[in-house]
Nanobody
């Protein structure tokens, strides 16, 4: 059974930083792709970042390039999202995802965590 447990969300002022963590169990993510998605109220879920090819390759949405960094630690089965220079428009529920893949122009995933809320104030 695949389990993805996120933590690290919270409230922060604009310009601040947060690090999200996702502990993975029941899934061999080292040979598959992992990712972070987010969904703001009234909007569709969107990809934030993915990591694949054994952690050697990454993808970032244009809106977070240069500010967010995705990484994985195979020793403790954890995927991280380091978020810096946060903006109010980054406010959303953030979801850890396993088995990410590109479907046409959008990213999808086979498995999802429960989500962790990130709120950025102006």
């Amino acid at each position: 059974q695949v389990q993805l447990v996120e933590s690290g969300g919270g409230s922060v002022q604009g310009g601040g930083s947060l690090r999200l963590s996702c502990v993975v169990s029941g899934y061999t993510y080292s040979s598959n792709s992992m990712g972070w998605f987010r969904q703001a109220p009234g909007k569709e879920r969107e990809v934030v970042a993915t990591i694949y090819n054994g952690g050697r390759s990454t993808y970032y949405a244009d809106s977070v390039k240069g500010r967010f960094t995705i990484s994985q630690n195979n020793a403790d089965n954890t995927v991280y999202l380091q978020m810096s220079s946060l903006k109010p428009e980054d406010t959303a529920m953030y979801y850890c995802a396993a088995g990410c893949y590109k479907a046409g122009s959008s990213w999808k995933s086979d498995y999802w965590g429960q989500g962790t809320q990130v709120t950025v104030s102006a």
